[in-house]
C-alpha cells in the first residue's frame, strides 16, 4: 500500500532527503506564495458572492484555498527524493551462518522433533532462509559471500546440509574476523543468521563492531525460553585443599521448572557427596553449595551433576567438571591470649595434630611473663607480638583472645588492621573480660575492620549466662560452618554455652551465622564480614570448651568446629605469592600474584610458566605485567584434552615456583545457555547501524540494503511531483473546499 | 617397781577412782564419738557449694571419695573434729591458693572452692579436679567409669598428699582401674611443667604443717600413713599420659602441697620454707594445665 501510493519503499524515505530541484532562491518562492495568498483571501474577505459567509467560514474557505494553491506551487518547484542506492555488481554482502554446536538444538525447543516444514533445528531453519528467498534476492543487488562463524569465521562456497558443529562460539569476534578482512573492499552489510550464543567470556566489546561503518543485520533463532529446563551453570571451588579436609564448592542452577533437583560430585565416579535442592519457582537462579571430603593427597578429577526433573531437555548441560589439588599446605596461624583459660587449652587441644593448621600461641601468664607455644624457632614471639610487618604478614589466620589492647602500640595496631585490609589475612576475635569492647579495642584501628560496632557501656560486655545456640540462614550457607553430617545442624543439640560478649550493631556487610538464645535475648555468636582483601569475624564466647567435656566420649565436635573454622578463615588468606588458572572458553589464563613479605608488588620480578600438556610437550611461557601491581599475566591454548601442568617460577628461583594443574575437556558450554540470545543480537545490529530480523521478516531485508548500508552507491533523485499520494491531496482540498460552499449556499 | 605397783593396786583410793575414771572416759568418748561417718558427715564443717560459677574462671572442685578403715584409716581428728581422708585441708587451702594465683599470675579464679562427687553430673564443668590424702580412698565402678569419660574428655586430676609404698600402691590400684594398660611415669625435672612460669628444679618435699621440722627431716613420719610406709624421702610427681603425650593425671607423692596453701599463715618460717615452693608448684602445674 504504502509504495502504491508513494512509488518508493520507505527504506527509500528513511535513508534519504526531500529537495525542491526548481526553487532558485526560496525569497521569490516565498513572496509569490505570499502575493497569491494575499489575493486569495482579499477575494474571500472582500468578493461580492461570499458575503453569505461568515467570519470564520470565509477562513476555513481561504485556509483550503490556499493549501490547494501551495501544492499546486509545491509541485511546480519540483520536488525530489535525494538517496543513495546499492550499485548493483558493485558491492559484497556477507551471510555469516553460525555453526556451532547451540544451532544443532531444536529450532523451536522441542528437543527430537521435525517441524511441519521438515526443520529440526536451528541450522536448518537458518539454511532454510538462506537458500528460500534471501539468497536469490541479495544476489541481485550484490555479490554475495558466505562464511561459517562459531569459534572463528571461515569462508565457505555454501551452507553444507550437516556441517561439523564446534563446541564453542564466538560470535563476536567472528564477526570482527570478517569485516576485518574486508577492510578496503566494497562491502555494504553483513547479515548474520544466529542464536545469539557467545561463550567468550574475555571477548571483544560488542560496541567496537561501529567502527567498521558497515551495518549488520541479525537474524534469530531457537526458542526464547526452555520451559522445564534445568542448567548447571557454574561451580566454584578453592583449586587446592588439603588432605582429609572439607571442600565446599559453590554452585549456580538455572531452572525454569518446580520441584526438587538432586546435585551431585563424583571424583572418577564414585561419589561424594549429594544434596538436594528445591527448585523455588519464583527465582530462575538458585545458588547453594555443596561440601565434600579432600581425601588423600593428589589431583581429584571431580565431576559435579544435576539430576533434574523430568522436564529437562538437555543433559548435557547438566554437568560442570573441576579439578582439585590436594596437598600439604600448612597455614599458620597466630593466637594472642592474655589470660590463662580454659578456652585456650581447648582450642588448643582441638587444633593440635591438624596437618593443615599450624598454630603459634603466645599467652600472658602474669603481668611480667608470657608462654610460646607451637613456635618453630626460637625468635618467634620472642617479644611477645611479631616484631615487623613481614613477620606478622607470614600468618593467615590471627585469633585475638581477652588479651587488652593496651598491649600494642600504635604501629602494632595499624599493621593489625593492614593484616587483615592489605594483606589479606584473616582476623578472629574471641569473648572475654579484656576482649572487644572492654579491652579497649573500639578505639584502635581494628574496630573499623570487625563486623559488629563494639559496645560500650558502664558495665562490662562480657557477661555470665546460660545460652543455647541457634543457626542462622546464613550460617546454614556459609561454608565457614561445617554444613553437612554431624556439622552444623550438630551443633544445635550441643551444651549450653555459659558466657556471652555483648556486642553492637552489626555492620552492613557483616553476616551473623550463630546466635545465642539467653534469658535476655537472642544475641549474635557468630558474626563475620569481608574487609578489605580479608575477613574478620567475632566469637562472642569462651565457654565453647564444654562441647568438649560436657559430651559423650569420642564426641568430636567440638574439634570439628575448630578445625574446620579455623581452616576456612586461614584458607581465605592469599599467599604473598600465588597463581590462579582462569579457564575462558578454550584458553587458560595464568595470573601470577608477585609480592614481598610485607605483600607489596614486586615490579621488577620476572614471572615465567612452563606447561606440561598431557602429552608430555612442554611450553614456556612469559608472564607480562599487568595493569595490576604485582599481577602478571599469561595465557594458552590446551592443545588437548586432560590434565596439564603449570609450572611458574618468579624470577627464575626454583624455591619459588608454584605449581597448578588444569583440567581441559570437551566443553559444554554450548548447552549452558541453549536459549535464544535476542539481547546480545539485537545490541550487535544497534551498535553497528543495522537491524534484528525475525526469520519470518526477512523479504523485506532486500529493500532495507538497497537503501541503507556501506559500499559503493549511486546518488539518485526520484521525482515526487507524480507521486499519486500528491495527486489525491490536492483533489481532496479542492472538492472539500466545494463542497463547503455549496453546503453553506454559495455555489 | 613391782612392789609400788603392788601397793598401788591394793590402795582403796585407786581401787574406787579407776573404774570411774574408766567410765566417764568411755562415757565421754561414747558422746562425742560418732557412730559412723555418715553421722561425721553432719559434723563435718558447713561447706560453701555455689550453684552458680563463673565458667570463664578456674573454679576449684575437690573430689569427695569413700575410705576404707575406721578410725585413723578412713578418718582422723585434728584440730577438735574428725575429718574425713577427702577433706584433707580443705577448703581453706583452695581459699589461700585463689588469692595467692590473683597475686602470681594472670589466672582468674573463683572465690569459692566447690565439692563434688566423681558422679555429679555437672563434674564436667571443673576441667580440672582435686584430690588429697588418697592413701585410703576407694572407688565405685560408677565413679571409676565417670573419671574415664573426665579423664578421655581432657580433664585433668591432681592427687596430693599420700606417702609411703602403700599408700601409692593402693592409689595404683585405683588409676589401673581407670586407665587400664597406662604406666605412671615419673615426671622428669626437665619437663615443661618444672619451668611454665617458675623455675622448678626439682619437686620439693613439703610435709604438714604439723610435721614441718620433725625431727629436722621434711619427710613426714611413717606411722602417720599407711603401713607399710616403707620409703617416704622422696617426693616425685608422678603421670599418666595420654598417647598425644598429654598429661592427665598427676600424683605429687610423698609431698603435701595442698598443706602449703592452707597453713601459709601458720607461721613465718613454714610459710617462707614450705608455702611458697607449694605456691609456685600450683601456678607451675595450674598453667600448665590451662595451656595444654
Redesign the interface.
Known sequence: MFEALSRYPREAYAQGEIVLTNVVDARLWILGIAIVTAFIIAGVVFGARTKIYRAWQKALIATLQVAVVAGVIGLVAGPHLRTSKIQPGANTIAVLMDTSQSMEFAADGNEGQQRQDGVTNRYDAARSVVEGTLSEALEDIAEVSYFTVADVASRVDGFAQNPNFVPSTRLVKSIDMVLQSFRGAPLASVIVLSDGADNDEAGLAVAALANFGVPVHTVGFGPLELPGETVLMDVRMPADAPPHSLVTAEFILEHASAGAALVQVRDRGTLLAQREIELDPTTSIIRSDISFASGDAGIRELSFSVVPPETDQLEENNFVDRLLTVSQRQRRVLYLE?????????I??AL??DDVVKLASW?????R?T?R?GVETGAQLATGFPVDKASLYAYDLIILGSIAATLLDDEQHAWLETFVSERGGSLLALA??EALGDGGWDVRPLARALPATLQRQAGPT?Q?TVGKVGITRDGYASSLLVAQGEGAPGLLSLPEL??IQILGASKPAASTLLELTTPTGVRPLLITQPYGLGTTAILAT??T??W???????DERHSLFWRHLTRQLAESAPRAKSVDLIANGDRVEIRAWVRDEEFAPLPTSVANAKITRPDRSEVDILLTPSEIPGLHVGAFTPSEQGVSRVDVAIDGETRNTITRFMQFGASNSEFVDPVRNEGLLRRISEVSGGMYWQPDDVDALREQLSFSGAGIRTIELLPLWNLPIFFFLVLMLKLCEWGLRRFWGGV | MHSIFSRLARSPVVQAVLPLACVVSVGFFSAYAPSSLAEHAKQATAQEDPV?Y?????NFARIEYDSVGGYGQAYYAFEGRYWERWETDYPQAERNLAKRLAE?????TGKVPSRRRLTSPDL??F?MIFMSDVGYSTWSAEEVEAL???L????FLWADDFWGDAEWAAFERLMHKVLPGNQWIVVPNEHPIFS??FEIPEMPQIPAESFAGYRGRTAEPAFAHRYPAGSLDRATMRGFFDE?G?LMVMGTHNTDVADGWEREAYGQWYFEHFSTQSYRVAVNV??Y????
Request: without cysteine; charged residues 30%.
Open positions: 592474655g589470660e590463662p583459660r580454659w578456652e585456650y587449652k581447648f588448643r587441644r593440635q595434630g599467652l600472658r601468664t602474669t603481668d611473663k608462654y607455644q572475654g573480660r562480657y555470665e555459659r558466657d569462651a565457654t570448651w564444654r568438649q567435656m560436657s559430651t559423650p566420649l569420642g | 552458680d563463673d565458667l570463664s574462671k578456674l602470681l599470675s594472670r589466672i582468674e564436667a564443668d576441667p574415664q569419660i573426665y578421655g574428655n581432657g580433664g611454665t612460669v598425644d598429654r595450674l598453667t594445665v590451662m595451656t595444654h
